[in-house]
């Protein structure tokens, strides 16, 4: 089930207040299994169809690999400046390290 109307406007809005410094955004909902896989397809489809225009590209994702795969890329093409994939992947495995409920 998608949004209601009010969020879909409210998403909408947040996407264009931010567009002039967002141009890029990396979901990650780790794991494979239905839940996992369920919850990536309810992100995507909110974003094919909730957030419009357009102006801010989301992209979900499995694992941190398949974001330093996609990131990078997108980075250089919307902003105009290279964004190095080992680099990448080394801050975001240290923010994840950081973050975990472990600590």
Known sequence: MLPSTEVRESLTRINLDYEDLVKA???VICGSGFR???MRGLLTAMNLRVLRPRTIEMRTHADLDAVVAWLPAEHRRRIGEA???EELRSVLHQTLRNNSPEQ
């Open 25 to 27: 955004v990396a979901i």
């Open 36 to 38: 996992a896989s369920a």
């Open 83 to 85: 964004v190095a994939p």
